[in-house]
């Protein structure tokens, strides 16, 4: 706790600063999660989409 303080250290300025690029980068990483998993539930409803459509031409 006291490591901010102590001469030597990281300056509080420099920490802020880390902390500031360390949670963009946890933000971007569940961004590209989120549209990753955006990306897969379409493709699967297309991929069912197409299933179906398929089968109901081929009871026809």
């Known amino acids: 706790m006291g490591s901010r ?3 030597g250290g ?3 300025m420099e920490e802020a600063r880390l902390n500031l690029e ?3 980068a ?3 990483e569940s961004v590209v999660s989120l549209l990753f998993l955006v990306l897969l539930h379409y ?3 297309a991929f ?3 299933i179906d459509e398929a089968t109901s031409q081929g009871s026809r």
């Open 5 to 7: 303080f102590c001469p």
């Open 10 to 12: 990281r300056t509080s």
């Open 22 to 24: 360390a949670s963009f």
């Open 26 to 28: 946890g933000e971007a």
């Open 43 to 45: 493709c699967v409803t």
């Open 48 to 50: 069912t989409m197409v």
